[in-house]
């Protein structure tokens, strides 16, 4: 094993100091572009409805990056829910730790988080901020009720779970796709409806990237995986190739 | 787009269309899949008849349809083509009947009908093939669509002569494959033309086309089964009888043969290829086999392994017929397409008759069979004579045109190679005739009734209809439409008089 | 640049449609899924025909998401190659979607799971083939990449969840050696448009370690010897629509990028070293991968390591295209036409011998025997797709050998050719070791289960299509060949290696 | 979370004369390191766990030097595009990198290995 392995390792090491040689290298002796694209974004900004450099080249220069990359998030949660193991949970779901400090402690917490994200929404705007910021911290809301059993893990998601995973994209594809339907191009707004328009695909992401976050996070960890014990591993096992077939 | 410039296509899709029929006909269905096999073969059979007649008044059909951006799929109707697709289909509809016979009652019978009708559709579509790249892709599917036929029997002896098969297939494949894209590399898209494409090509190409005409014999030398290429033939005996006719009278090794024919006739031409003095090794190459292959024919005790190394043999007179420059040669050769094609066949199903009625597979085993069954063994001896060159019988014909071919040419080795092959057809035909008519009855065989055929009528009747063919091509060998008149009417198309 | 700048909604359809189907199925679950499928599938090849028609009337179409066009925007962009691309994953996926619907019918609890990742790799895919820009087109790879893990790990067992993850660090390590090209590209030129790249880019030392590694990155995700170790247990292990399609288009899309940015972009920098290397590259994958399929037991492990030796013959067209400049158009044609055969027959040969498996239960390929008798029309349909893959006529795969074997002669490059003709003999031979076994007197199988008809004649359908390629390429590649930047891109004496 | 580079430059202020070495560049520099660290950490260890923490360092090497690369020049105005870029790219990895976790625990919930299976490499 080692024997084999042994090589493997100088060879990582030689080829990471080339690597890292060789791109120090190149970005020394790399040329400089003759135009940058800084002047552009400011040029446009008035026509992207945002104050925000970052957000106008986010939701409106290149909304069409951003748009596919809610999609990629929301994979993070169709490929988790892929191999859960069907079936209901075989152990009865416990609350990690119910101290009653802990409870009232994130009953206390929870609505502050929600007031922040509701600033760093509004702010996104004009300054930095906007839906992915918002979004995480929600996520981080969700994953801490989830920590004191406030709410529970779940078997396959709900309509409400479902529909609040999927809202962010939904609404961003409808508002892309408008356009279309007046023969004018994807993700085009007219300068007057932008601001309007980012605002609600920006209020939608950070639904859907607060609840994709915090199901990452819930649905990675089926209840009955809580405890691991040696003889455990091959008995699950034994029961999930009889689940398939 | 008219009539005619559907009609290859029709005689091309009369089969294939028949062929995929019969792949979702029930197993249990046979009435269904013998009409349908018989509808599809007697409709070829028309749509022969008519283009033969129109080619014999230089009428012209030709389909086109575009393949790649600069290059069509091409199927014409000419003299050459006509010989070897008048030969398929008369022998299909033939085979057809006796195979309905031979095989009732054996599984997997779809099947092998839905190859069976592949294979000849492969089989026309070289013959109508109007450029390599068509002729290619018959050439190509021909491979893919006996090897069903090969194994069908599924014994291990079955399998194994289907891998041997393959390889050789396979790889003269690859080599055509090779050989063809380089010549189109060389003088772009090649069209079959009589008196050849390469006739007014200047010969600074010269070393290149050599090279590309021994890759393209090479190719198709091994379903020639030139020696030393032929190592699949007698292998592949094990398939059921009809399947050994078709394969040895008909569809692959004619293919190969045929396919030669038309490098060297109507790609090469054969001035420009004595010009490059192909012409010479490749009839060395042809004396060789036929010699060699009936000496092997000599020691086999097991019918159907002479048959096969006599194959080996009479094909080769084909080759022999190109190899030697001049018409007289040229029409033995072309004509022996379709001789050896009529009396290898009746000895094919001869032994087919033997095997299924009597249970006969070795030569030692036919004594005295001709009492039992006189009209299959009257059929066998008369294509036996045939195959040594008695006259009346087709294969004199043969002989005679390549004898005066290779005295016109001067090569009087083609003609010691002729007469010591005679000699040795004698040699192993002779001793049969001998065993089936003057030694007593050996083996136990199944009575029968005064009243009853020596065997099933689907089995004697097509037998005796090849034989009668191959008596009546030698009979009446001076008149228009008997295979001697379709091969003077090709050399003059080929040859600048 | 020739071609227009066009509003039309079809370009931008393409890649809604399955994106907001992958959504609404996420939705509704197994509801009107059906329905669903029948509308996306509509819209698809309605847009897809439109942007056809399109595109011979007017050639290259672009279209700039916004209206602020590149290089402030993202453009997308439609040619031949786009085309034929897209023409290659709506036909393989319909086909692949229906059998899907066969498939997943008796469990409900895959088929819930499986219908909204398919959707988002069939938009990921679009969205690969119409972008015209590099930082997108890394979005696009990991949209693709992580839905064809999902797809993967759908099965669910260990074997296919370690694959997975093996799958899912190959294609991820692969994303970043190729966005840190771009962010080097990037800082050399300040600009991700192909096209504005495309007439900047100079094959200075800095921009060649750029295009290497961009190189690198997508030579993993298509799984090119020696980084081909993921795809084996990956497309061996899934389910069987799923290996169908991860075998037939996922990894077309990476191979699609590197022609692409190569004949596109960077020709400049095409050296004889680097286009003979990674051709030996491809050889090495043509024979070994060929000796590997020809030894395993495993039906679906012996089609997996096919994949292996085919994606081995698509690098060919790299010596072969930019060897001379007469060379490019037949080569390029014939490496495109060999992705586009070699989708549709190898994804008709996952899908039969999915039947085969869901049938019999029988995995292991010595255990085959007559199964012919049992199911006719998915061993008739692994036949005819395995004529294409050995590259026998008549089939696509004889088409696109015959183009690479022309490019390779006119170039002179005989030892290209000897690699693809004796490949085919290789191929043949493992193909025939599945087929020959048919021929055996069938046995009785201990569990039979009869499977909804519509699998066995989605498979001979592909098949079909497969064979059908060789008879009428004449149109496809024309359409390959006009108003495409790549290929004409190539055809200029720019590409002739030093 | 906005990534804000600073723009100010090392060697004074002077915009005239030579062009100076820009902040960017040190990021850059700094992002190359960890590419070539991540790199060799993703390779040599098994633990899967270890292997996505190195591709994730692996990650926000090319971050800097996607971001650092624009502003190497000094006194160029801050790249708004790369900045808008490197989120996009960090939202990408923290997706596939939930994914590989969740997949990482359920293999080891089946298996009870936290490494791929016939891996060659030891725990170091």
């Not at chain 1, 779970?161 to 962010?168: A, E």
């Not at chain 3, 031949?80 to 619907?101: K, N, P, Q």
């Given at each position: 094993?080692?024997?084999?392995?042994?090589?493997?390792?100088?060879?990582?090491?030689?080829?990471?100091?080339?690597?890292g040689?060789?791109?120090?290298?190149?970005?020394?002796?790399?040329?400089?572009?003759?135009?940058?694209l800084?002047?552009?974004?400011?040029?446009?900004?008035?026509?992207?409805?945002?104050?925000?450099?970052?957000?106008?080249?986010?939701?409106?220069?290149?909304?069409?990056?951003?748009?596919?990359?809610?999609?990629?998030?929301?994979?993070?949660?169709?490929?988790i829910?892929?191999?859960?193991?069907?079936?209901?949970?075989?152990?009865?779901?416990?609350?990690?730790?119910?101290?009653?400090?802990?409870?009232?402690?994130?009953?206390?917490?929870?609505?502050?988080?929600?007031?922040?994200?509701?600033?760093?929404l509004?702010?996104?705007?004009h300054?930095?901020?906007?839906?992915?910021?918002?979004?995480?911290?929600?996520?981080?809301?969700?994953?801490?009720?989830?920590?004191?059993?406030?709410?529970?893990?779940?078997?396959?998601p709900?309509?409400?779970?479902?529909?609040?995973?999927?809202?962010?994209?939904?609404?961003?594809?409808?508002?892309?796709?408008?356009?279309?339907?007046?023969?004018?191009?994807?993700?085009?707004?007219?300068?007057?409806?932008?601001?309007?328009?980012?605002?609600?695909?920006?209020?939608?992401?950070?639904?859907?990237?607060?609840?994709?976050?915090?199901?990452?996070?819930?649905?990675?960890?089926?209840?009955?995986?809580?405890?691991?014990?040696?003889?455990?591993?091959?008995?699950?096992?034994?029961?999930?190739?009889?689940?398939?077939? | 787009?008219t009539?005619?410039?559907?009609?290859?296509?029709?005689?091309?899709?009369?089969?294939l269309?028949?062929?995929?029929?019969?792949?979702?006909?029930?197993?249990?269905?046979?009435?269904?899949?013998?009409?349908?096999?018989?509808?599809?073969?007697?409709?070829?059979?028309?749509?022969?008849?008519?283009?033969?007649?129109?080619?014999?008044?230089?009428?012209?059909?030709?389909?086109?349809?575009?393949?790649?951006?600069?290059?069509?799929?091409?199927?014409?109707?000419?003299?050459?083509?006509?010989?070897?697709?008048?030969?398929?289909?008369?022998?299909?509809?033939?085979?057809?009947?006796?195979?309905?016979?031979?095989?009732?009652?054996?599984?997997?019978?779809?099947?092998?009908?839905?190859?069976?009708?592949?294979c000849?559709?492969?089989?026309?579509?070289?013959?109508?093939?109007?450029?390599?790249?068509?002729?290619?892709?018959?050439?190509?599917?021909?491979?893919?669509?006996?090897?069903?036929?090969?194994?069908?029997?599924?014994?291990?002896?079955?399998?194994?002569?289907?891998?041997?098969?393959?390889?050789?297939?396979?790889?003269?494949?690859?080599?055509?494959?090779?050989?063809?894209?380089?010549?189109?590399?060389?003088?772009?898209?090649?069209?079959?033309?009589?008196?050849?494409?390469?006739?007014?090509?200047?010969?600074?190409?010269?070393?290149?086309?050599?090279?590309?005409?021994?890759?393209?014999?090479?190719?198709?030398?091994?379903?020639?089964?030139?020696?030393?290429?032929?190592?699949?033939?007698?292998?592949?005996?094990v398939?059921?009888?009809?399947?050994?006719?078709?394969?040895?009278?008909?569809?692959?090794?004619?293919?190969?043969?045929?396919?030669?024919?038309?490098?060297?006739?109507?790609?090469?031409?054969?001035e420009?290829?004595?010009?490059?003095?192909?012409?010479?090794?490749?009839?060395?190459?042809?004396?060789?086999?036929?010699?060699?292959?009936?000496?092997?024919?000599?020691?086999?005790d097991?019918?159907?392994?002479?048959?096969?190394?006599?194959?080996?043999?009479?094909?080769?007179?084909?080759?022999?017929?190109?190899?030697?420059?001049?018409?007289?040669?040229?029409?033995?050769?072309?004509?022996?397409?379709?001789?050896?094609?009529?009396?290898?066949?009746?000895?094919?199903?001869?032994?087919?008759?033997?095997?299924?009625t009597?249970?006969?597979?070795?030569?030692?085993?036919?004594?005295?069979?001709g009492?039992?069954?006189?009209?299959?063994?009257?059929?066998?001896?008369?294509?036996?004579?045939?195959?040594?060159?008695?006259?009346?019988?087709?294969?004199?014909?043969?002989?005679?045109?390549?004898?005066?071919?290779?005295?016109?040419?001067?090569?009087?080795?083609?003609?010691?190679?002729?007469?010591?092959?005679t000699?040795?057809?004698?040699?192993?035909?002779l001793?049969?005739?001998?065993?089936?008519?003057?030694?007593?009855?050996?083996?136990?065989?199944?009575?029968?009734?005064?009243?009853?055929?020596?065997?099933?009528?689907?089995?004697?009747?097509?037998?005796?209809?090849?034989?009668?063919?191959?008596?009546?091509?030698?009979?009446?060998?001076?008149?228009?439409?008997?295979?001697?008149?379709?091969?003077?009417?090709?050399?003059?198309r080929?040859?600048?008089? | 640049?020739?071609?227009?700048?066009?509003?039309?909604?079809?370009?931008?359809?393409?890649?809604?449609?399955?994106?907001?189907?992958?959504?609404?199925?996420?939705?509704?679950?197994?509801?009107?899924?059906?329905?669903?499928?029948?509308?996306?599938?509509?819209?698809?090849?309605?847009?897809?025909?439109?942007?056809?028609?399109?595109?011979?009337?007017?050639?290259l179409?672009?279209?700039?998401?916004?209206?602020?066009?590149?290089?402030?925007?993202?453009?997308?962009?439609?040619d031949?190659?786009?085309?034929?691309?897209?023409?290659?994953?709506?036909?393989?996926?319909?086909?692949?979607s229906?059998?899907?619907?066969?498939?997943?019918?008796?469990?409900?609890?895959?088929?819930?799971?499986?219908?909204?990742?398919?959707?988002?790799?069939?938009?990921?895919?679009?969205?690969?083939?119409?972008?015209?820009?590099?930082f997108?087109?890394?979005v696009?790879?990991?949209?693709?990449?992580?839905?064809?893990?999902?797809?993967v790990?759908?099965?669910?067992?260990?074997?296919?969840?370690?694959?997975?993850?093996?799958?899912?660090?190959?294609?991820?390590?692969?994303?970043l050696?190729?966005?840190?090209?771009?962010?080097?590209?990037?800082?050399?030129?300040?600009?991700?448009?192909?096209?504005?790249?495309?007439?900047?880019?100079?094959?200075?030392?800095?921009?060649?370690?750029?295009?290497?590694?961009?190189t690198?990155?997508?030579?993993?995700?298509?799984?090119?010897?020696?980084?081909?170790?993921?795809?084996p247990?990956?497309?061996?292990?899934?389910?069987?629509?799923?290996?169908?399609?991860?075998?037939g288009?996922?990894?077309?899309?990476?191979?699609?990028?590197?022609?692409?940015?190569?004949?596109?972009?960077?020709?400049?920098?095409?050296?004889?070293?680097?286009?003979?290397?990674?051709?030996?590259?491809?050889?090495?994958?043509?024979?070994?991968?060929?000796?590997l399929?020809?030894?395993?037991?495993?039906?679906?492990?012996?089609?997996?390591?096919?994949?292996?030796?085919?994606?081995?013959?698509?690098?060919?067209?790299?010596?072969?295209?930019?060897?001379?400049?007469?060379?490019?158009?037949?080569?390029?044609?014939?490496?495109?036409?060999?992705?586009?055969?070699?989708?549709v027959?190898?994804?008709?040969?996952?899908?039969?011998?999915?039947?085969?498996?869901?049938?019999?239960?029988?995995?292991?390929?010595?255990?085959?025997?007559?199964?012919?008798?049992?199911?006719?029309?998915?061993?008739?349909?692994?036949?005819?797709?395995?004529?294409?893959?050995?590259?026998?006529?008549?089939?696509?795969?004889?088409?696109?050998?015959?183009?690479?074997?022309?490019?390779?002669?006119?170039?002179?490059?005989?030892?290209?050719?000897?690699?693809?003709?004796?490949g085919?003999?290789?191929?043949?031979?493992?193909?025939?070791?599945?087929?020959?076994?048919?021929?055996?007197?069938?046995?009785?199988?201990?569990?039979?289960?009869?499977?909804?008809?519509?699998?066995?004649?989605?498979?001979?359908?592909?098949?079909?299509?497969?064979?059908?390629?060789?008879?009428?390429?004449a149109?496809?590649?024309?359409?390959?060949?006009?108003?495409?930047?790549?290929?004409?891109?190539?055809?200029?004496?720019?590409?002739?290696?030093? | 979370?906005?990534?804000?580079?600073p723009?100010?430059?090392?060697?004074?202020?002077?915009?005239?004369?030579?062009?100076?070495?820009?902040?960017?560049l040190?990021?850059?520099?700094?992002?190359?390191?960890?590419?070539?660290?991540?790199?060799?950490?993703?390779?040599?260890?098994?633990?899967?766990?270890?292997?996505?923490?190195?591709?994730?360092?692996?990650?926000?090497?090319?971050?800097?030097?996607?971001?650092?690369?624009?502003?190497?020049?000094?006194?160029?105005?801050?790249?708004?595009?790369?900045?808008?870029?490197?989120?996009?790219?960090?939202?990408?990895?923290?997706?596939?990198?939930?994914?590989?976790l969740?997949?990482?625990?359920?293999?080891?919930?089946?298996?009870?290995?936290?490494?791929l299976?016939?891996d060659?490499?030891?725990?170091?």
């Amino acid at each position: 094993m080692s024997a084999v392995y042994g090589p493997i390792r100088q060879i990582a090491a030689a080829l990471a100091w080339i690597l890292g040689i060789g791109l120090s290298a190149a970005i020394v002796a790399l040329s400089r572009p003759d135009f940058g694209l800084a002047e552009l974004v400011e040029a446009h900004l008035e026509e992207s409805g945002v104050r925000h450099p970052v957000t106008a080249v986010l939701l409106n220069y290149r909304g069409y990056d951003t748009l596919l990359e809610i999609a990629v998030l929301l994979l993070a949660v169709l490929g988790i829910l892929a191999f859960r193991p069907p079936g209901p949970a075989s152990i009865p779901d416990a609350a990690p730790d119910s101290s009653p400090v802990l409870a009232a402690l994130s009953r206390l917490i929870v609505p502050l988080i929600v007031l922040a994200a509701g600033y760093l929404l509004w702010a996104g705007a004009h300054r930095p901020g906007g839906a992915f910021q918002a979004g995480a911290v929600l996520a981080g809301g969700g994953v801490l009720l989830r920590l004191t059993g406030t709410i529970p893990s779940f078997e396959s998601p709900n309509a409400w779970l479902r529909v609040s995973l999927v809202v962010g994209l939904g609404v961003f594809l409808a508002v892309a796709a408008l356009p279309l339907f007046e023969g004018s191009r994807l993700l085009e707004y007219r300068t007057a409806e932008a601001a309007m328009v980012i605002l609600v695909v920006e209020s939608a992401l950070t639904v859907s990237i607060a609840a994709i976050l915090a199901t990452a996070f819930i649905g990675a960890a089926p209840p009955r995986i809580r405890c691991m014990s040696p003889s455990r591993p091959a008995h699950s096992a034994e029961g999930e190739r009889a689940g398939q077939s | 787009m008219t009539f005619d410039d559907w009609l290859p296509l029709l005689v091309v899709l009369s089969s294939l269309i028949t062929g995929l029929l019969i792949f979702f006909v029930g197993e249990e269905q046979h009435r269904t899949r013998s009409w349908l096999n018989l509808i599809g073969a007697v409709a070829k059979l028309v749509l022969v008849g008519i283009m033969v007649w129109g080619v014999f008044q230089r009428h012209r059909y030709e389909t086109r349809l575009p393949l790649l951006p600069d290059q069509d799929f091409v199927l014409r109707a000419d003299a050459m083509g006509m010989l070897f697709v008048g030969l398929s289909s008369v022998l299909w509809l033939l085979t057809t009947i006796y195979a309905i016979g031979y095989l009732e009652g054996s599984p997997h019978r779809s099947r092998f009908f839905g190859f069976f009708s592949l294979c000849v559709t492969s089989t026309m579509g070289i013959a109508l093939a109007g450029d390599l790249i068509t002729f290619i892709i018959f050439y190509e599917l021909l491979t893919l669509s006996t090897y069903p036929l090969v194994v069908h029997r599924g014994t291990a002896d079955a399998l194994r002569a289907g891998k041997v098969y393959l390889q050789y297939t396979m790889t003269g494949g690859a080599l055509l494959l090779v050989g063809v894209v380089w010549l189109y590399e060389v003088v772009g898209s090649v069209e079959f033309t009589e008196r050849g494409v390469l006739a007014g090509v200047s010969v600074v190409d010269y070393p290149d086309l050599l090279a590309i005409f021994a890759i393209l014999v090479a190719g198709l030398g091994v379903k020639t089964a030139l020696v030393p290429l032929h190592g699949w033939l007698p292998v592949a005996m094990v398939a059921p009888a009809p399947v050994s006719a078709l394969l040895h009278a008909v569809a692959v090794v004619k293919a190969g043969a045929f396919g030669i024919v038309r490098i060297a006739y109507d790609v090469y031409g054969v001035e420009f290829a004595a010009r490059l003095g192909v012409l010479d090794p490749l009839s060395w190459v042809a004396g060789i086999t036929i010699v060699y292959g009936s000496v092997r024919a000599l020691t086999q005790d097991d019918l159907k392994r002479r048959l096969a190394y006599s194959t080996v043999s009479q094909v080769s007179y084909i080759v022999l017929g190109i190899g030697i420059l001049g018409p007289l040669a040229t029409i033995g050769g072309v004509v022996h397409l379709v001789h050896q094609g009529l009396m290898k066949i009746t000895l094919f199903f001869c032994a087919g008759d033997l095997a299924e009625t009597l249970g006969i597979h070795k030569i030692s085993e036919m004594n005295g069979v001709g009492r039992r069954m006189p009209w299959s063994m009257v059929a066998f001896t008369v294509a036996a004579l045939g195959m040594i060159g008695v006259p009346p019988v087709a294969g004199f014909v043969t002989k005679w045109y390549l004898g005066l071919g290779a005295i016109a040419a001067k090569d009087y080795w083609a003609l010691a190679v002729l007469a010591v092959s005679t000699a040795l057809n004698a040699a192993y035909f002779l001793p049969v005739l001998r065993r089936i008519w003057f030694l007593p009855a050996s083996g136990e065989w199944p009575k029968r009734e005064r009243d009853q055929l020596e065997t099933r009528p689907t089995l004697l009747v097509p037998t005796l209809i090849t034989a009668l063919l191959s008596l009546a091509a030698g009979l009446f060998a001076g008149s228009w439409f008997s295979p001697l008149g379709w091969a003077k009417l090709v050399t003059a198309r080929e040859y600048v008089s | 640049m020739t071609g227009i700048s066009s509003a039309a909604p079809w370009i931008p359809l393409l890649i809604l449609l399955p994106l907001m189907a992958g959504a609404l199925s996420f939705l509704f679950g197994p509801r009107g899924h059906r329905s669903l499928l029948a509308a996306t599938m509509t819209g698809i090849w309605f847009s897809l025909i439109r942007l056809i028609l399109d595109f011979e009337n007017a050639g290259l179409q672009h279209y700039p998401i916004g209206g602020w066009g590149a290089p402030l925007g993202i453009d997308l962009r439609a040619d031949g190659l786009s085309l034929a691309m897209l023409g290659m994953t709506a036909t393989v996926g319909s086909f692949i979607s229906l059998y899907a619907l066969g498939y997943f019918a008796g469990d409900e609890n895959r088929g819930i799971r499986f219908w909204p990742l398919w959707w988002l790799l069939w938009g990921a895919l679009n969205a690969v083939f119409l972008s015209a820009d590099l930082f997108n087109l890394y979005v696009t790879l990991e949209l693709l990449s992580l839905s064809a893990v999902g797809l993967v790990v759908l099965a669910g067992d260990r074997d296919s969840l370690a694959a997975g993850l093996r799958y899912l660090l190959a294609a991820l390590a692969g994303s970043l050696a190729y966005l840190m090209g771009v962010a080097l590209l990037y800082g050399a030129y300040g600009t991700l448009s192909l096209e504005r790249m495309a007439g900047l880019f100079r094959p200075e030392p800095a921009n060649t370690l750029a295009a290497s590694l961009i190189t690198v990155g997508l030579m993993l995700k298509t799984a090119l010897f020696p980084l081909h170790f993921w795809l084996p247990p990956a497309h061996g292990s899934a389910l069987a629509p799923v290996s169908a399609l991860l075998s037939g288009l996922v990894i077309k899309a990476s191979f699609y990028m590197l022609l692409r940015l190569w004949f596109e972009v960077f020709p400049s920098a095409l050296t004889e070293v680097f286009t003979q290397g990674i051709g030996s590259l491809g050889a090495i994958a043509v024979f070994a991968g060929a000796w590997l399929a020809f030894h395993q037991e495993k039906l679906k492990m012996l089609i997996a390591w096919s994949t292996v030796t085919q994606v081995g013959y698509l690098f060919l067209t790299f010596p072969l295209a930019a060897a001379s400049s007469t060379s490019a158009p037949a080569a390029l044609s014939g490496g495109v036409y060999l992705a586009v055969s070699h989708a549709v027959a190898k994804a008709a040969v996952f899908l039969a011998a999915g039947a085969m498996l869901k049938v019999t239960d029988e995995d292991r390929i010595d255990r085959l025997e007559g199964v012919g008798r049992h199911l006719p029309i998915s061993l008739f349909a692994f036949a005819m797709a395995g004529v294409s893959l050995m590259g026998l006529p008549p089939s696509g795969g004889f088409i696109a050998k015959w183009l690479l074997l022309n490019a390779a002669l006119s170039s002179g490059q005989w030892w290209w050719a000897a690699v693809l003709v004796l490949g085919g003999l290789a191929s043949a031979a493992y193909i025939f070791r599945v087929l020959r076994r048919c021929f055996l007197p069938p046995r009785e199988y201990a569990a039979f289960h009869p499977v909804p008809l519509v699998m066995p004649l989605a498979a001979l359908s592909l098949a079909g299509i497969a064979l059908a390629l060789g008879l009428a390429a004449a149109y496809p590649l024309r359409l390959l060949q006009t108003g495409a930047p790549l290929l004409l891109e190539a055809s200029a004496p720019s590409t002739v290696a030093p | 979370m906005h990534v804000t580079v600073p723009t100010g430059t090392l060697g004074g202020g002077r915009k005239s004369g030579t062009v100076m070495i820009g902040g960017g560049l040190i990021y850059a520099m700094a992002g190359v390191v960890l590419f070539a660290l991540g790199f060799y950490g993703f390779i040599v260890h098994a633990h899967l766990v270890r292997r996505l923490i190195a591709f994730n360092i692996m990650g926000s090497g090319v971050f800097l030097v996607l971001v650092g690369l624009p502003q190497r020049v000094a006194g160029t105005p801050p790249d708004r595009v790369s900045e808008a870029l490197v989120l996009t790219g960090i939202v990408v990895a923290v997706s596939a990198t939930a994914f590989g976790l969740a997949l990482v625990r359920r293999l080891y919930d089946l298996t009870g290995e936290t490494r791929l299976p016939n891996d060659p490499r030891p725990e170091p």
